[in-house]
């Protein structure tokens, strides 16, 4: 399939999505190790060695686990750019798997890196996933209700194209709250 291919609100999705990935990975330039789990509140969210996590759920193989808590409580808890990162792969990794994979993707099988340079290929690599759904799809699929049937959302009661918009508002949103947390841990005292 080429860019001509897919309908104009879907190509302004995908260069959307490239843009926000490309401004988002040059905010993260140098991120350190120290700064990716950084915890700005006690309370924060983050990736925490097996065992350690202080939320009833967590998700992740190997020795690093992600929190989790289902409801949210509200207002939510902060999150650490660590937890951010894994979030935004995991919804990439999980939403491509749905859509144009074979359905079996859970949370538990993405590592959960613990430094700034494996957070940062997982985000690459989750944001990559999704995005090569583009290009997967064709384009009649793109107004399908439940072409993404990602079980933790509302993706399978929705078009396709409204999972992407979504998925590009997560990551916008996301990106945001990480580019705030860079700033507040330049300011810290």
Not at 15 to 39: K, V
Not at 175 to 186: K, P, Q, T, V
Request: some cysteine; charged content about 25%; proline content about 8%.
């Amino acid at each position: 399939m080429t860019t001509g291919d897919r309908p104009p609100n879907v190509a302004a999705l995908a260069a959307q999505l490239d843009s926000t990935m490309g401004i988002l990975y040059e905010r993260l330039a140098g991120l350190t190790d120290e700064e990716y789990l950084w915890e700005p509140a006690p309370s924060c969210w983050s990736l925490r060695p097996r065992g350690q996590h202080r939320t009833a759920k967590a998700y992740g193989k190997g020795d690093w686990v992600w929190e989790y808590e289902a409801p949210t409580p509200q207002p939510p808890p902060l999150r650490t750019i660590a937890w951010l990162c894994w979030h935004m792969a995991a919804a990439g990794m999980g939403r491509a798997d749905y859509t144009t994979g074979d359905r079996s993707w859970t949370f538990d099988d993405l590592e959960c890196p613990p430094t700034a340079e494996g957070g940062m290929a997982l985000l690459r690599a989750g944001a990559d996933r999704w995005r090569a759904v583009f290009e997967e799809v064709a384009p009649e699929e793109y107004a399908q209700v439940g072409r993404s049937s990602f079980p933790w959302g509302l993706d399978p009661k929705l078009p396709l194209a409204d999972i992407l918009w979504w998925q590009n508002r997560e990551m916008i949103h996301h990106g945001a709250e990480i580019a705030m947390l860079r700033d507040l841990y330049a300011q810290r005292q």
